[in-house]
């Protein structure tokens, strides 16, 4: 992260993603304790995340700017974060299964579990609807289609829809 400063130097990065505004979320451990750092250079804030342990994945932003991060834990469950601009952390997904992708297209979140479906919310992760009942491994959105390559018994390597996300 040399080129973004380092939020403190006795921190354990473990996940950086670059936010639209031109600052970047870190995630990591500092004295053990999970922590997301939002800023750049020399000007971070240190935001203390509700989770013990394991490994922290910073995922996307959404329009809001509201920052989503996944922590796996050790047995194959997961728990999805969403840290609000104002510095606020809401666990918004805990899963009996990994999850294996995840998406911010438009104004919905879309995230697969892996040995199970994939869901999707509208508000923010605050609730989730059945979206497709197969588990993906990847799922993007380019040039209004969207993207996803299935995990499971599936031949094809890629996956394609025109439609929309509420369709």
Not at 97 to 117: C, K, M, N, P, T
Not at 142 to 151: K, T
Not at 152 to 167: F, G, H, K, M, Y
Request: charged fraction near 20%.
């Amino acid at each position: 992260f040399w080129y973004a400063g380092s939020p403190d130097p006795d921190a354990s990065s473990r996940s950086f993603l670059h936010l639209p505004d031109g600052q970047h979320l870190v995630m990591g451990f500092l004295n053990g304790e999970a922590t997301a750092w939002v800023g750049s250079e020399s000007q971070w804030s240190a935001i203390p995340l509700p989770i013990q342990g394991g490994n922290l994945h910073a995922l996307d932003v959404d329009a809001n700017g509201n920052m989503y991060g996944q922590f796996p834990l050790a047995n194959g469950t997961d728990q999805l974060l969403r840290i609000a601009p104002d510095g606020s952390v809401k666990t918004i997904l805990k899963t009996g299964q990994s999850i294996a992708a995840f998406a911010v297209i438009g104004d919905a979140l879309l995230a697969s579990r892996e040995g199970h479906d994939t869901v999707i919310s509208f508000d923010s992760g605050e609730t989730w609807d059945p979206w497709d009942e197969r588990v993906f491994d990847c799922i993007i959105e380019r040039d209004g289609d969207i993207w996803a390559c299935p995990i499971e018994d599936n031949a094809a390597l890629w996956t394609r829809s025109s439609n929309s996300l509420s369709d």
